[in-house]
Nanobody
Framework: QVQLVESGGGLVQAGGSLRLSCAAS????????MAWFRQAPGKEREFVAV????????IYANSVKGRFTISRDNAKNTVSLQQNSLKPEDAAVYYC???????????????WGQGTQVTVSS
């Protein structure tokens, strides 16, 4: 079992920044690839970014490339998502997820956090 707890969401103006964090406990953290997904009201949960267990590889959704940065600290069992130049369309509940398989497909992810709300005002 892997337990994930997100934090750092909130209300920000368009163009502003937020930093989301996810704390993991349970199994060996570096064995898991860590991803962020998001879900807006009435929409399906969508992939945002993933980082390999080693921290050496990342994948981003086209919609956030160049604005968001995913990073991890295996010594602290945390993964973060730095969000810059936020847009109203970035507003959603953001979820942290863990998988032993590296990829962007939601079905790969067995472990999920409870989510943190990001609201972007225009």
């Amino acid at each position: 079992q892997v337990q994930l707890v997100e934090s750092g969401g909130g209300l920000v103006q368009a163009g502003g920044s937020l930093r989301l964090s996810c704390a993991a406990s349970g199994r060996t953290f570096s064995n898991y690839n860590m991803a962020w997904f998001r879900q807006a009201p009435g929409k399906e949960r969508e992939f945002v970014a993933v980082i390999h267990g080693s921290g050496g590889s990342t994948i981003y959704a086209n919609s956030v490339k160049g604005r968001f940065t995913i990073s991890r600290d295996n010594a602290k069992n945390t993964v973060s998502l730095q969000q810059n130049s936020l847009k109203p369309e970035d507003a959603a509940v953001y979820y942290c997820a863990a998988s032993p398989v590296f990829g962007a497909n939601r079905v790969l992810y067995r472990y999920w956090g409870q989510g943190t709300q990001v609201t972007v005002s225009s």
